[in-house]
């Protein structure tokens, strides 16, 4: 039923605003609201958990990258030609690289300099890409962070409105 999580959540609520525990059938209006509240800030969190993971699988990725176009720098000789024959670590992590981006996978060992700055350039663009990516995930964790930090001061604020009138009808009733 979907007012069971809103009770399960007025658990929480109660337990932040120091209200001791009522039934479904007592909530108040404002038990409910505190409840959607926490809500959808438990599923933000969630959230942002997923897309830190995902920020940090893009960043590998990046890191992977940028490992390999140094190596392949390395390589170079000083007419800037890259001759990966002697190195099958180097042509498999290169190998997959050009799989994985679609990228003319060819069983190439040698590269004149034409095609290693055309490799290089190719490379270099799909880091961009990765980094533009980086960052865009990084600004969606900075605004649901910012926003399940406006819904935290909603709550705190909500139940320490109502601790407050609660107390000041109890209060008036002595």
């Known amino acids: 039923m979907p007012n069971d999580n809103l ?3 007025n658990e929480a609520v109660q337990a932040i605003a120091g209200i001791p525990p009522r ?3 007592d909530q108040t209006p404002v038990d409910t609201a505190l409840a959607i509240y ?3 800030i438990d599923k933000m969190q969630t959230e942002v958990k997923k897309i ?3 920020a940090r699988l893009v960043q590998e990725e990046i890191k992977q990258l940028h490992q ?3 190596a392949l720098k390395g390589t170079m000789d000083s007419k800037g030609t890259i ?3 002697q190195n099958p670590d180097l042509q498999k992590q290169l190998k997959e690289v050009q799989n994985k981006y679609g990228m003319n996978a060819q069983d190439k060992v040698k590269f004149d300099t034409f095609e290693r700055e055309r490799l290089m350039e190719s490379l270099s663009y799909h880091s961009s890409e990765l980094d533009r990516e980086h960052l865009t995930k990084t600004k969606e964790i900075e605004a649901l962070r910012s ?4 819904f935290i001061l909603i709550v705190k ?3 320490s409105t109502w601790n407050r009138a609660t107390s000041s009808i109890i209060h008036n009733m002595k």
């Open 7 to 9: 009770v399960n959540m």
């Open 23 to 25: 039934g479904p059938k």
């Open 38 to 40: 926490l809500n959808r």
């Open 52 to 54: 830190g993971v995902e």
């Open 68 to 70: 390999l176009m140094d």
């Open 83 to 85: 001759d990966l024959s």
């Open 147 to 150: 926003k399940s930090e406006q």
């Open 157 to 159: 604020e909500m139940s």
